[in-house]
């Protein structure tokens, strides 16, 4: 049996193909740095090893699976080339094991990763289904089927895959450190379409998408009538939400879902289209549906007393919007703050006017500062910049986080991808004592 050694494996694919490989009955051990990433809490309740970076870690007849971030100058992967021992690179390697299975890779700017976990739920309904989820979560299962991934477009990184099924939730514009702008974006979902097997399950409603060109069937699901898939008749309610589902204009079936938001509905319909496709009951996918749980850092709810505490990864215009249509939904009756942490300079710069359109759409704003990524510069943007394009607002730092106690009965949304959750543990410490 093959040893792999992960070299970065808190990374959140690393950590999430660690996991799978290991629930698969591989023998797995990583090294990264000392500090401590929830990525690696999954990795641990495993008892999979950890060690500190060092090239002794390296040794004859393993595999080495490298972290993206991790250059070929890094003392392991040079030790491993020194010694002959096979280096792969994530993307290379996850490309390859997705040919052993019905593979489904998600990709789309928004809505990859939600869309990953329930559909991940929904097929292991049916069958064995291993999955991989860019939040630091995997799982394999033994005698999988199928393989459900989130494909990300960052970097072209998705090209690496040729699965069976797409799902393309939209496209829009994000990444401004890497792409140069709309076509930029387009060409790479063009190109990965070109390399889907089966079939591409796309949104209808996104004129983008509408472009697509494949050698394979594109099947559209959305709101509009002129999708194959289409949702009828949404009935919201603060306990969830139902909908008719009309295939080519024909009634199917109807569904209830314990989730919130318009994006909700949609992540649902792609993988009732796939499910379809494949042959799979309404019966079963609706009790599925039911008993799904979500991912983490998607509208994760904690209550504490009269406050209702919720985590979110949403770091784009579009996913800030969604975020609060789900909790006026799910809380028509109190105050909505947005506690928000632009990330990175260039995506704060490129979206400044749209991040305040969405922020605007809540009660009371409270800003972080910027946090920014290692791969730019700061630049003389700040975050007062962005302060000054929204209504009622606060600038929000970690010693006057009791602020935030004097709304009361109120729910506050903590949205960012950087170091966010740091305030709200701070603030959750705060109101347990």
């Known amino acids: 049996m093959t040893l792999y050694h992960f070299t970065g494996i808190k990374g959140s694919g690393m950590s999430s193909l660690a996991q799978i490989l290991f629930d698969s009955g591989e023998q797995v051990q990583g090294s990264d740095i000392e500090k401590h990433f929830f ?40 030790r491993a080339r020194e010694i002959g021992v096979e280096v792969i690179r994530y993307h290379t390697f996850l490309g390859e094991y997705l040919e052993k299975y ?76 890497y792409y140069s702008d709309m076509e930029d974006v387009f060409s790479a979902f063009q190109e990965m379409a070109l390399q889907v097997k089966k079939a591409i399950i796309a949104w209808g409603d996104d004129e983008n998408l509408q472009r697509i060109q494949a050698n394979v069937p594109v099947v559209y699901y959305g709101f509009g009538a002129d999708n194959d898939f289409e949702a009828r008749n949404v009935q919201k309610t603060t306990d969830g939400t139902t909908f008719d589902v009309f295939v080519r204009n024909e009634f199917y079936n109807t569904f209830t879902i314990p989730m919130f938001g318009d994006h909700n509905v949609l992540n649902t319909l792609a993988v009732i289209s796939l499910c379809h496709y494949e042959g799979i009951s309404p019966e079963i996918v609706q009790a599925r549906l039911h008993t799904y749980g979500g991912v983490k850092r998607r ?127 701070a603030f959750e410490e705060m109101l347990q004592k």
Do not use: W
């Open 39 to 78: 990525t690696e809490d999954p990795l641990r309740a495993r008892g999979i090893t950890i060690f500190p970076f060092d090239a002794e870690n390296i040794q004859a007849g393993m595999t080495v699976i490298a972290g993206n971030a991790f250059p070929d100058e890094h003392p392991e992967l040079v």
């Open 102 to 177: 019905t593979s489904v890779a998600i990709t789309g700017a928004h809505g990859k990763t939600s869309t990953t976990g329930l559909m991940a739920h929904v097929l292991a309904g049916n069958e064995p289904t291993s999955y991989l989820i860019g939040d630091g979560t995997g799982g394999g299962a033994k005698d999988a089927q199928n393989f459900v991934m989130e494909a990300c477009e960052y970097r072209r990184h998705f090209l690496a895959y040729h699965p069976d099924y797409a799902i393309m939730t939209n496209i829009d514009f994000d990444h401004p450190d």
């Open 299 to 425: 509208f994760t709810v904690t209550t504490i007393g009269d406050k209702v505490l919720v985590d979110d990864y949403a770091h784009h215009p579009t996913e800030i919007k969604a975020t609060i249509q789900s909790a006026r939904q799910k809380y028509p009756d109190r105050e909505l703050l947005a506690v928000f942490q632009p990330h990175t300079f260039s995506r704060t710069q490129a979206f400044l006017k749209e991040f305040a359109d969405a922020l605007n759409l809540a009660d009371c704003i409270y800003l972080c500062d910027i946090f920014g990524s290692a791969r730019e510069k700061e630049g003389n943007l700040t975050i007062n910049d962005l302060a000054d394009l929204v209504k009622e607002h606060h600038i929000l730092r970690m010693d006057n986080l009791a602020e935030l106690q004097k709304h009361e009965n109120a729910v506050f949304l903590f949205m960012g991808a950087g170091d966010i959750t740091k305030y709200q543990a």
